[in-house]
T-cell receptor
Framework: GENVEQHPSTLSVQEGDSAVIKCTYS??????FPWYKQELGKRPQLIID?????GEKKDQRIAVTLNKTAKHFSLHITETQPEDSAVYFC???????????FGTGTRLKVLA | KAGVTQTPRYLIKTRGQQVTLSCSPI?????VSWYQQTPGQGLQFLFE???????NKGNFPGRFSGRQFSNSRSEMNVSTLELGDSALYLC??????????????FGPGTRLTVL
């Protein structure tokens, strides 16, 4: 069945370092890949997304890369700050199914 | 625009009872999805509604059901509650457009505790 694997489950980095979170999806027809940030006690919020016709997208300190051949996409956060500490979720979506498949989340801790 | 709202925010029930959760989407959004969030499991898709029609359903037992009203507000119901149903239930709305734009906006969630 459809599945999205996300790694690592926890990640600790020093402030100013980079963080990378990786996801692998199973349905090769998936065509939209959002990333959500969920701070403690708050709702998930979209931070960046990428569509299948694009290989990379960047927004300030955040970037996402997509490798359709490997069915793999990654979130890159540079110059991490304490406020980046949160749980990050990746998801895969196939147009016409109206269904997002989420990864199990990565708890990122940025140490000051 | 007001964001997605969910009521109630917290709920405590006992095993065997049933519960109804409500979600009001962002004005103009016609698609509403529901998710169950538990520690370590991420967000598990329950179902998606558009114009009062369920378009997809996740792998949950029939005790989980939902509906959508003509104003796009949605409810989900869980009957015969089990301890394992304790979770944060999130709904999300999106603006249905042709093409790819499917950004979801989440509500704050309803925290359900089953005793």
């Amino acid at each position: 069945g459809e599945n999205v694997e996300q790694h690592p489950s926890t990640l600790s980095v020093q402030e100013g370092d980079s963080a990378v979170i990786k996801c692998t999806y199973s349905d090769s027809a998936s065509n939209y890949f959002p990333w959500y940030k969920q701070e403690l006690g708050k709702r998930p919020q979209l931070i960046i997304d990428i569509r299948s016709n694009v290989g990379e997208k960047k927004d300030q300190r955040i970037a996402v890369t997509l490798n359709k051949t490997a069915k793999h996409f990654s979130l890159h956060i540079t110059e991490t700050q304490p406020e980046d500490s949160a749980v990050y979720f990746c998801a895969a979506y196939l147009s016409g199914t109206y269904k997002y498949i989420f990864g199990t989340g990565t708890r990122l801790k940025v140490l000051a | 625009k007001a964001g997605v709202t969910q009521t109630p925010r917290y709920l405590i029930k006992t095993r065997g009872q049933q519960v109804t959760l409500s979600c009001s989407p962002i004005s103009g959004h016609r698609s509403v999805s529901w998710y169950q969030q538990t520690p370590g499991q991420g967000l598990q898709f329950l179902f998606e509604y558009f114009s009062e029609t369920q378009r997809n359903k996740g792998n949950f037992p029939g005790r989980f059901s939902g509906r959508q009203f003509s104003n796009s507000r949605s409810e989900m119901n869980v009957s015969t509650l089990e301890l394992g149903d304790s979770a944060l239930y999130l709904c999300a709305s999106s603006l249905e457009k042709t093409g790819f734009s499917n950004e979801q906006f989440f509500g704050p969630g309803t925290r359900l505790t089953v005793l």
